[in-house]
C-alpha cells in the first residue's frame, strides 16, 4: 500500500463526488482508481472494484447520444 494514502477515504471520496464530474475528470479519476487497486491489500479490492464500476457507469451514462 502506498504511504500516506487511507484506501477507505479516497474511495468514498471518489464515490462521492462522482455525479458532479465530467468525463474527463471521470477518466482521471478512473486511472487514479484503478492504480490504487493494484497496490492495495486483497481485502480492499471489492470495495475499488465496485467504485470502478460505477465511474465506467457514469462514463458511459455521460457518453452516450
Partial sequence: MTEGVDPYAFLQSASGRL???DAASLDRLLDDVEYLYEVMDP???PLAEQVMERIRARLEALRRP
Fill in 43 to 45: 481485502e480492499l479490492q
Fill in 19 to 21: 455525479d458532479g464530474m
